[in-house]
């Protein structure tokens, strides 16, 4: 398994065989291994620096029903918000305040959050903030609305691609879903410009080993400038609520492969991954994680953010999750960054 993890370091790839072996090993001297190389890999690239991104949960509504998700259309126990215009720049506001250069706003697929209505907050913001950069992260649309958006000043989208297997992806959503139109809007944002993020779950109900080698797969096929993953964890109101979450383990050995595969990624520690272990994301980072994305938005709506159970980071004061994510980066060894941390390969149109 060492020699496994030693290719890997070496040459960025593996069979499907010996990936599928690595995911599947519980060989510790292998992950201990695995770790070494990932740090090392990291710290070439970025040094020991973390980015930080603000992220402003914009809206709870969303018309998709995927089957893991707690602000699914069909859970009729969700408390919905959403932000609007003003509130989205008191975030911003508060944001840059505490050092952020960069926003994301992420929400459900709300029909609210028209073209119009996000070009006027992205140029708003671009006028403001013109040191920052603006991320996007709602969801599958138009390539008319991608352009658009871009236009008026994004810089870049998140869209997770979930399973790239269509045999695990219509097992996750819902028929009027499809991985192929995922796909799309993947290779739309890519060719329009945008630093593009995509991912998946780790540990998803009937996720097997072949599926996440498919995925790795997809990730060297569409080579995004950052790539979230987290551990699948249950929400109680979807029909997931009985179902295993993903394990500590098992994450950290897929982001130890994601930065060997991937040496420049922009690798999130995630909210999801220090929602299964109080020190989750510190062993993220320690596994070649160097983004964390504390929570911007107003403290009266977090909880109604319920993506899957225990969600952390819902606590009461804004400046909260700065303060503790700025002690977390640096008793894990690392710094935080003062820039808008952009990817250091952004030209990758041609890989
Ligand atoms: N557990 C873990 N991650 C989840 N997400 C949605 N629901 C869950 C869950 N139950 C992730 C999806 C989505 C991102 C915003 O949150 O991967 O892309
Ligand atoms: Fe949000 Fe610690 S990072 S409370």
């Keep these: 398994m060492r020699d496994i993890v030693r290719k890997l370091y070496e040459t960025a790839n593996l069979t499907d065989a010996e990936l599928k072996a690595l995911i599947l090993t519980d060989d510790a001297d292998a992950a201990q291994l695995l770790r070494e190389y990932a740090d090392e890999v990291r710290q070439r690239w970025y040094g020991r620096k973390v980015f930080l991104r603000g992220l402003i949960e914009v809206s709870s509504y969303c018309k998709n029903d995927c089957l893991y998700c707690g602000i699914r259309r069909s859970n009729k126990d969700a408390d919905r918000y959403r932000l609007d215009m ?3 720049f008191q975030c911003a506001e508060n944001g840059y305040e505490l050092g952020f250069r960069t926003f994301v706003m992420q929400g459900g697929e709300d029909g609210f959050y028209t073209d119009d209505f996000m070009c006027d907050v992205i140029s708003g913001l671009r006028e403001k903030y013109p040191d920052c950069a603006i991320t996007l992260s709602l969801g599958e649309r138009s390539e008319e609305s991608y352009r658009r958006m ?12 979930e399973a790239a297997s269509e045999e695990l992806y219509s097992k996750l959503h819902p028929s009027e879903l499809s991985l192929e139109n995922r796909k799309q809007c993947l290779f739309t944002l890519k060719k329009l410009g945008y630093q593009v993020g995509s991912g998946f779950m780790v540990g998803a109900p009937f996720q097997t080993a072949d599926h ?5 797969r997809f990730l060297q096929e569409l080579h995004p400038h950052m790539i979230g993953i987290g551990p699948f964890v249950p929400h109680h109101a979807t029909p997931f609520a009985k179902e295993n979450g993903g394990t500590l383990q098992l994450t ?16 999130p520690a995630t ?10 994301r510190e ?4 596994t070649g994680c160097n983004v ?6 107003p403290v009266n709506v977090r909880k109604k953010y ?3 159970d225990n969600k952390i980071c819902t606590g009461e004061e804004a400046a909260e999750c700065r303060g503790c994510l700025q002690r977390r980066i640096e008793s894990a060894g690392y710094e935080v960054a003062q820039e808008r941390g952009d990817c250091i390969e952004t030209n990758t149109q041609e890989t």
């Design 283 to 286: 062993l993220g980072l320690q």
């Design 150 to 161: 871009k236009e008026a000043g994004a810089d870049r989208y998140l869209l997770r691609h």
């Design 86 to 88: 003003e509130k989205i």
């Design 271 to 280: 909210t999801a991954l220090g929602t299964i272990a109080p020190n989750g």
């Design 292 to 297: 964390v994305m504390p929570n911007l938005s």
């Design 252 to 267: 950290l050995r897929l982001l130890g492969i994601l930065r060997l595969m991937f040496p420049k990624v922009l690798l």
């Design 212 to 216: 996440l080698v498919e995925d790795l």
């Design 306 to 308: 319920d993506l899957y």
